[in-house]
């Protein structure tokens, strides 16, 4: 009896090491796609649930560029939120669609990103700066995240105004000296080529550095930059996510190196402790709602944008797991 328990349980073991995978870990497939889906949705939970429209299936190709237009169209005639105070040293000065973030230093204004157009950048970011008790002559430095119109479109405007150096990774300065992916009537010109950073550069302006870290997927040399704010006598770690959407069409490339430009930003926010994350959309990160919450509250403390360690690394994974469905959802058309 003994040894005929012994024989069966050396069968089963040898049946466990042959069980097939789950379906869902056989290759691209419906089940690996909702798998995928799940796993974000876990991550994501109730307070990153804006994340989750990366989830949803992207077109197979680029827009054109009526379909470009018309979009943009609409989300520039959104009524623009009045600008805002993030923490001590960072400040809102974007549209209801897109951000500009200003960073105030001891030796003046880092901004990261300038919006779609000359005249767009006038409006709000210089004419957020002002209401907010800043002065936009002192925007030294504008990082643009990535060469997509939206973000470099009002650069223009803050050089020939203001002499702002215009800071991009060489793989976008490439791409706005040769064949840009999209372009658009309503954007501003493209700047010149001026100041080009590498994975783990700074900007510094007087006490104030932001680590550049190069993230591609969303475009070929997105920049995500990292650097420290105040609020309420105590300092946070900030990372921006420099290119959120899937917007490039049926490329597997790109979507490898997006989710595993998520996992790095992941483990460095939680080896760093990185406990706020913003986006250069405010659909992503409720940039808007907070504000408005932080007008209402009349202080920088508690902050709405203060979401601690986990939440930062869970939004980041989520990001991951949503790039990773998307890349079997393409694969599976390629049979």
């Given at each position: 009896?003994?040894?005929s328990?012994?024989?069966?349980?050396?069968i089963s073991?040898?049946?466990?090491?042959?069980?097939?995978a789950?379906l869902?870990?056989?290759?691209?497939?419906d089940?690996?796609?909702?798998?995928?889906?799940a796993?974000?949705k876990?991550?994501?939970?109730?307070?990153?649930?804006?994340?989750?429209?990366?989830?949803?299936?992207?077109?197979?190709?680029?827009?054109?560029?009526?379909?470009?237009?018309?979009?943009?169209?609409?989300e520039?005639?959104r009524?623009?939120p009045?600008?805002?105070?993030a923490?001590?040293?960072?400040?809102?000065?974007?549209?209801?669609?897109?951000s500009?973030?200003a960073?105030?230093?001891?030796?003046?204004?880092?901004?990261?990103?300038?919006?779609?157009?000359?005249d767009?950048?006038?409006?709000l970011?210089?004419?957020g700066?002002?209401?907010?008790g800043?002065d936009?002559?002192?925007?030294?430095y504008?990082?643009?995240t990535?060469?997509?119109?939206?973000?470099?479109g009002g650069?223009t405007?803050?050089?020939q105004?203001?002499?702002?150096?215009?800071?991009?990774?060489?793989?976008d300065?490439?791409?706005?000296?040769?064949?840009?992916?999209?372009?658009?009537?309503?954007?501003?010109?493209?700047?010149?080529?001026?100041?080009t950073?590498?994975?783990?550069?700074?900007?510094?302006?007087?006490?104030?550095?932001?680590?550049i870290?190069?993230?591609?997927?969303?475009?070929?040399g997105?920049?995500?930059?990292?650097?420290?704010?105040?609020?309420?006598?105590k300092?946070?770690?900030?990372?921006?996510?420099?290119?959120?959407?899937?917007?490039?069409?049926?490329n597997?490339?790109?979507?490898?190196?997006?989710?595993?430009g998520?996992?790095?930003m992941?483990?460095?926010?939680?080896?760093?402790?990185?406990?706020?994350?913003i986006s250069?959309?405010?659909?992503?990160?409720?940039a808007?709602?907070?504000?408005?919450?932080?007008?209402?509250?009349?202080?920088?403390?508690?902050?709405?944008?203060?979401?601690?360690?986990?939440?930062?690394?869970?939004?980041?994974?989520?990001?991951?797991?949503?790039a990773?469905?998307?890349?079997?959802?393409?694969?599976?058309?390629?049979?």
């Amino acid at each position: 009896m003994q040894g005929s328990t012994a024989v069966r349980c050396a069968i089963s073991a040898a049946a466990l090491l042959v069980a097939p995978a789950p379906l869902w870990a056989q290759g691209p497939s419906d089940a690996s796609v909702a798998a995928h889906v799940a796993k974000a949705k876990q991550l994501a939970g109730d307070d990153l649930k804006a994340l989750l429209v990366l989830c949803q299936p992207a077109p197979s190709k680029r827009a054109t560029q009526d379909e470009i237009d018309q979009r943009l169209a609409r989300e520039i005639a959104r009524p623009a939120p009045p600008p805002g105070q993030a923490f001590d040293n960072l400040y809102y000065v974007g549209a209801a669609f897109v951000s500009a973030w200003a960073i105030k230093t001891s030796q003046g204004i880092i901004l990261i990103d300038a919006l779609n157009n000359n005249d767009e950048a006038a409006q709000l970011i210089d004419g957020g700066l002002r209401k907010l008790g800043l002065d936009p002559a002192e925007v030294k430095y504008v990082i643009v995240t990535h060469a997509h119109g939206d973000h470099y479109g009002g650069a223009t405007h803050l050089v020939q105004k203001y002499g702002t150096r215009v800071v991009m990774s060489e793989a976008d300065w490439k791409q706005t000296e040769t064949k840009l992916e999209a372009n658009s009537r309503l954007w501003g010109p493209v700047p010149k080529r001026d100041v080009t950073v590498k994975e783990g550069d700074k900007v510094t302006l007087g006490d104030t550095s932001v680590t550049i870290h190069i993230t591609p997927g969303h475009t070929l040399g997105t920049i995500t930059p990292a650097f420290d704010v105040t609020a309420g006598g105590k300092t946070h770690h900030v990372l921006l996510w420099g290119g959120t959407a899937f917007n490039f069409g049926n490329n597997i490339a790109r979507l490898d190196t997006y989710a595993a430009g998520a996992d790095r930003m992941a483990k460095l926010a939680k080896d760093r402790g990185i406990d706020v994350l913003i986006s250069n959309h405010a659909g992503y990160d409720g940039a808007i709602t907070k504000l408005e919450a932080l007008r209402k509250q009349g202080s920088l403390d508690p902050n709405p944008f203060a979401i601690g360690t986990g939440a930062v690394v869970r939004g980041l994974d989520a990001m991951g797991e949503c790039a990773r469905a998307q890349k079997d959802r393409f694969l599976m058309l390629q049979r």
